[in-house]
């Protein structure tokens, strides 16, 4: 099912997801349709809009952007440690050319990663094929079953352990 078609179970995922990144990850974020408009982005260990970065001891850094993204550096995270990107935008009008567009208050978090210092010990590891040949033309689906980790997701307040993995390339270089 398409995320969009999830309604109010969307919440539910969005919530129940949690994202690992290697050291070598590089943690943005980013806001359709704020190009020109003033965010400040936040860096947090707890999923919440400070009101002053200086003085809320759950905010590593912030940075102001107009551009609509965000890069941090990775010299600001601490491995096994879930942190979240925080926004907050007041409300304001842009002047474009023919218009003047009008963007409401923005305020939301992310719902947090993790930048994972060991990889997920697989029990058993399974590429799908046919006749042990890959068939499909653009992709290779693994399975990881019954796999032993460092990172213990009960920690940062899931219900229950990570049950299972999913791997994604953007652009896969080899």
């Not at 539910?12 to 997801?17: C, F, G, I, Y």
């Not at 208050?105 to 590891?125: M, Y």
Request: proline content about 4%; charged content about 20%; overall charge negative.
């Amino acid at each position: 099912m398409h995320s969009a078609d999830l309604g109010d179970s969307y919440s539910v995922l969005h919530d129940n997801e949690l994202n690992f990144g290697t050291t070598d990850t590089v943690p943005a974020g980013a806001i359709t349709y704020a190009h020109d408009r003033q965010v400040t982005w936040y860096l947090m260990t707890s999923p919440h809009v400070p009101s002053d970065c200086d003085t809320d001891a759950a905010c590593r850094i912030s940075i102001s952007t107009t551009s609509g993204f965000v890069v941090f550096d990775t010299q600001d995270f601490t491995s096994n440690a879930r942190y979240f990107i925080c926004a907050h935008s007041n409300a304001s009008e842009v002047e474009r050319e023919l218009y003047t567009e009008k963007f409401k208050e923005l305020s939301s978090c992310s719902n947090g990663f993790v930048f994972d210092t060991i990889a997920p010990q697989p029990r058993q590891v399974y590429v799908q094929n046919t006749n042990g040949f890959l068939t499909a033309r653009k992709d290779v689906i693994v399975h990881w079953e019954e796999f032993i980790d460092n990172v213990d997701a009960t920690e940062f307040g899931y219900p229950s352990p990570i049950m299972e993995y999913y791997i994604s390339c953007g652009k896969c270089v080899t």
